[in-house]
């Protein structure tokens, strides 16, 4: 069931109220990928940042990543999600075209009238959907938007390729966005997009041509890494400055930072350029690899089960990838 913005005289808020994490059992190392390809953990670790990575059973998709991480919200948190009204999944791997994931969950959880779609903005579709979620809320649409990132990046790697296979694992991050008459937890936001670079990291589909281009039709990622990390580095620095001018705050009056956990070094540069100090950085990929849309609801789970965070710190939050797509915001922590 949605909201008209005339249902309540209250100021429409919207605020993070609970946030959880799941990622598969099986690891898969750094010295077990050098048995698979060229490699070796040095080499992956000093490039990279990453030690290992988690890996989905042969009979786990993307829907099971995301239920585990609900329940463990649940868990953690005394909330409910049978009576939100909206769930939006951000995955670019879902188990099929259709049916979506956020149907799936509907059915999983007995949330009996809620709207399910799934989104597509590869690294981003967190922050992507976080967005949504805070202005259909604030726009009194929605009281309780059930926001998930997940992603199963091994079904989508090409293990040949020690350039990418490296890189990626699976999990899921599920968040609670909830309607508050006590203020936002959203600060701002700034999102944004570059087709023209759509061809230096795609998975190919009903077209195997990109503006004329021929593709790899592989069915796997094909990245060109030297030209994503080009753009990520000059493009997130940039997000930045703009989220926080729009605020009319500076990078003293951020407590974290937590960008898409896509490769350390990458983040180390972002942070360089931007003048954001590295120790406060949020990443999740030291022990899951990159795990595209849950790389940041992960981040956030692992700190917040681990006492880092706090009511009222200020965090910015900045996905970027496939597309070329970006998104950042910045929010209060209220949970």
Not at 125 to 154: E, I, P
Not at 241 to 251: D, K
Not at 307 to 326: A, C, E, H, I, S
């Amino acid at each position: 069931m949605s909201y008209s913005a005339s249902q309540s005289a209250l100021p429409a808020h919207a605020a993070i109220t609970a946030i959880g994490g799941y990622v598969p059992d099986h690891i898969l190392t750094n010295d077990d990928l050098a048995r698979i390809v060229e490699t070796n953990d040095e080499w992956i670790v000093s490039r990279t940042g990453i030690r290992e990575r988690r890996i989905c059973a042969p009979d786990q998709f993307t829907s099971h990543l995301c239920f585990a991480a609900v329940e463990n919200m649940l868990s953690r948190y005394p909330v409910t999600v049978q009576d939100a009204d909206l769930i939006l999944v951000a995955t670019h791997t879902p188990d099929f075209p259709f049916p979506s994931v956020a149907c799936q969950i509907q059915e999983r959880f007995g949330i009996q009238a809620a709207g399910a779609v799934d989104l597509n903005a590869t690294c981003a579709g967190f922050t992507y959907a976080l967005h949504l979620a805070n202005g259909l809320v604030a726009a009194g649409l929605h009281r309780k938007v059930l926001v998930l990132g997940a992603d199963t990046m091994s079904r989508i790697t090409d293990y040949t390729d020690r350039t990418s296979c490296i890189l990626f694992g699976d999990g899921a991050g599920a968040a609670l966005v909830e309607r508050t008459g006590h203020g936002s937890g959203f600060i701002t936001s700034h999102v944004g997009s570059d087709g023209s670079g759509g061809v230096h990291i795609y998975r190919t589909g009903l077209s195997d041509t990109l503006n004329g281009q021929p593709l790899r039709d592989s069915k796997k990622l094909v990245q060109n890494g030297g030209m994503v990390y080009k753009w990520a580095v000059q493009t997130v620095p940039q997000g930045m400055n703009a989220l926080l001018n729009h605020a009319g705050l500076s990078m003293n009056d951020v407590d974290w930072f937590i960008p898409h956990s896509a490769n350390m070094r990458m983040i180390e540069s972002i942070c360089e350029k931007s003048g954001f100090p590295a120790d406060r950085t949020l990443v999740s990929m030291i022990r899951y690899g990159n795990t595209s849309a849950a790389s940041i609801p992960l981040a956030l789970s692992d700190a917040a089960a681990a006492g880092r965070l706090n009511r009222g710190d200020t965090m910015l939050l900045f996905g970027f990838g496939g597309g070329l797509t970006y998104a950042g915001l910045l929010i209060r922590w209220t949970v």
